[in-house]
């Protein structure tokens, strides 16, 4: 079980009209069963950063949006410390399920990728890993989750995103304006300074999506 109940958590507390929205519409998702996105696949761009040509070396690693932890599981079986984070808590409950059975040790914790401060996750990282987490976040609340991976970030730390580009997602939350935004590459270099966009690699979706790889400066 998730280790704060619902009036311990400060991000419950703490969340304004459009954070309940999106909180409600996710929590959905995840009581219908398997939610859409969870795969059970590390995808490729991953695979490659941490075995392909020229893999990083293992270090720590913070995951923000972690799902059920698939990609957090597989972080820490290539030798990373993993922490790992995810707004519904029965997500938390089943990463931390699935990390047990496969033996691995990720530190999960329940709790806001824009309220990291709130977390037992300081850090520093050298790769911060984001699978279409941070183009459903509220446009208002970005900023702080830019602050939140900057504060935390090793010199020269990686940040690995998945994104989907605007108008792409299906949005059946109207109030939800994050998730028709999605993400851009002007988005990102404004909103972390201090971090070079080193790479935009558009996906495979049939829609627009983009991997973006930033470097924290050293
Ligand atoms: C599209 S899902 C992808 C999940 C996972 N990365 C995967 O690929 O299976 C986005 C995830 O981000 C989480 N999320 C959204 N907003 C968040 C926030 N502000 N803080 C932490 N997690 C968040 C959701 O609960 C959801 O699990």
């Known amino acids: 079980m998730s280790q704060l109940n619902a009036s311990q958590n400060p991000a419950t507390t703490r969340r304004d009209p459009e954070e309940e929205a999106v909180h409600r519409a996710l929590e959905g998702y995840y009581r219908t069963g398997k939610p859409p996105w969870d795969t059970g696949v590390t995808p490729p761009e ?8 020229g893999a990083l070396p293992p270090g720590r690693a913070l995951e923000l949006g ?25 997500a938390v409950d089943q990463a931390r399920e699935k990390a047990a059975a496969a033996g ?12 990291l ?7 520093p990282f050298d790769l911060f890993f984001d699978l279409s987490c941070y183009c459903g976040i509220p446009l208002h609340r970005r900023d702080a989750y830019a602050a939140g991976l900057t504060h935390r970030a090793a010199p020269g730390a990686l940040l690995l995103m998945f994104g989907y580009g605007p108008e792409t997602l299906d949005n059946p939350v109207s109030e939800i304006t994050s998730w028709a935004a999605g993400v851009t590459a002007d988005e990102l270099r404004d909103r972390f300074p201090g971090w070079a966009l080193i790479d935009v690699t558009p ?16």
């Not at 957090?72 to 029965?90: P, Q």
């Not at 401060?117 to 850090?123: F, K, N, S, T």
């Open 203 to 218: 996906g495979t979706n049939s829609v627009p999506t983009f991997w973006f790889t930033l470097r924290r400066d050293a």
């Open 104 to 115: 691995v040790a990720v530190r999960v914790r329940h709790g806001d990728a824009t309220r």
């Open 46 to 53: 991953l695979v490659d950063l941490i075995e392909g040509h």
């Open 66 to 90: 972690c799902g059920t932890g698939t990609n957090a599981i597989y972080l820490a079986r290539h030798g990373w410390e993993v922490a790992a984070v995810d707004l519904i808590d029965s």
């Open 117 to 123: 401060d709130d977390l037992d996750v300081p850090g």
